[in-house]
């Protein structure tokens, strides 16, 4: 079992800057690829960004893309999204994920935090 537990969210007025931080425990935090995932009110949750095990490789949504920057260090068994440019549709709640490999699909990971909420007003 992996616990994660995600912070760093809050209400921030559009142009603004987040950083959210998902802490991890449980088994070895390097083994794991790490995704952001978000839901919005009535909406499907979405791929945001992932992370391969070692850093080497990161994954955009098209929607974040030049915008939000994913990132981990292992020996804090955290990863990070550093979110910049908000507007008012990256309002939602965020998630951060475990898996195997990376992948934009929610199915693919098997952990799962609590979420944090984000609001962007205008």
């Known amino acids: 079992q992996v616990q994660l537990v995600e912070s760093g969210g809050g209400l921030v007025q559009a142009g603004g800057s987040l950083r959210l931080s998902c802490v991890a425990s449980?088994?070895?935090?390097?083994?794991?690829?790490m995704g952001w995932f978000r839901q919005a009110p009535g909406k499907e949750r979405e791929f945001v960004a992932a992370?391969?095990?070692?850093?080497?490789?990161?994954d955009y949504a098209e929607s974040v893309k030049g915008r939000f920057t994913i990132s981990r260090t292992n020996a804090k068994n955290t990863v990070y999204l550093q979110m910049n440019s908000l507007n008012p549709e990256d309002t939602a709640v965020y998630y951060c994920?475990?898996?195997?490999?990376?992948?934009?699909?929610?199915?693919?990971?098997?952990?799962w935090g609590q979420g944090t909420q984000v609001t962007v007003s205008s």
């Open positions: 994920a475990a898996a195997a490999y990376t992948g934009v699909r929610p199915v693919k990971y098997d952990y």
């Open positions: 449980g088994r070895t935090f390097s083994n794991y690829a």
């Open positions: 992370i391969s095990w070692g850093g080497g490789r990161t």
